[in-house]
């Protein structure tokens, strides 16, 4: 499958970030910059904040303090701009499971900003592992199987933020190298891929942004 390369810079920004959960401060003083051909994973142990660092960056979360701005411009007033230029994948598959993987594909490509044609699906289906189960419905399959329809986005998608939390959670050794390589693809082509990850990434081009060195005292 082709890639095109993306044209325009683009560049995510946190500024004097801080984020609360319930009465304790997680981390604050978070700046940071994203630019065209950055791969990072977010680091941390579990209960620092990284899911709600991203959920901040993607604008489905609130800071407590600080900023999230796109391309010079804060997030809250261009919404609509914004999203269309991200691909985010949380903790849920965020698939429908009355569909199967093709309808669930089919529907993506609709809403989002995506490669279009059955041709490309067909080929996402099988890159992801799919062909032959493409018929069944979403609920049928395998927490691994649904965790490959949602990545399978990351075929389609033409956005060039990729915000994923926890992208190989259910997935084999192959399917890390797979994926792994396509964030890499996705840089290379001057994207942003930026991720939480228990596992290692096989990777040399991964950058890390360690979360404990903001993070609050007790």
């Not at 309808?103 to 490669?115: A, H, S």
């Not at 062909?131 to 965790?147: I, N, V, Y």
Request: with cysteine.
């Amino acid at each position: 499958m082709g890639f095109t390369t993306m044209s325009l810079t683009n560049q995510l920004e946190m500024t004097r970030l801080a984020c609360r959960r319930g009465e304790k401060v997680l981390f604050s003083g978070l700046n940071f910059q994203f630019s065209d051909g950055d791969f990072v994973q977010i680091e941390g142990h579990n209960g620092i904040g990284k899911t709600s660092l991203l959920r901040i960056l993607v604008g489905l979360a609130q800071p407590l303090e600080g900023g999230i701005s796109w391309n010079g411009v804060p997030i809250t007033k261009q919404r609509e701009a914004f999203h269309e230029s991200l691909l985010y994948l949380g903790h849920q598959a965020g698939i429908k499971p009355e569909l199967t993987a093709w309808e669930n594909l089919r529907f993506y490509q609709q809403i989002g900003q995506c490669r279009q044609g059955d041709d490309i699906l067909w080929e996402v289906l099988e890159q992801v592992g799919l062909l032959g189960r493409e018929d069944l419905p979403a609920a049928q399959l395998s927490a691994g199987q649904q965790k490959r329809i949602a990545l399978a986005r990351l075929w389609l998608s033409v956005a060039p933020l990729w915000v994923l939390d926890e992208p190989f959670t259910a997935i084999d050794k192959k399917g890390v190298v797979i994926l792994t390589a396509l964030f890499e693809r996705h840089v290379k082509n001057k994207g942003i891929v930026i991720l939480t990850s228990h596992q290692d990434i096989p990777s040399t081009h991964l950058q890390k942004l360690t979360l404990v060195q903001y993070q609050c005292g007790e």
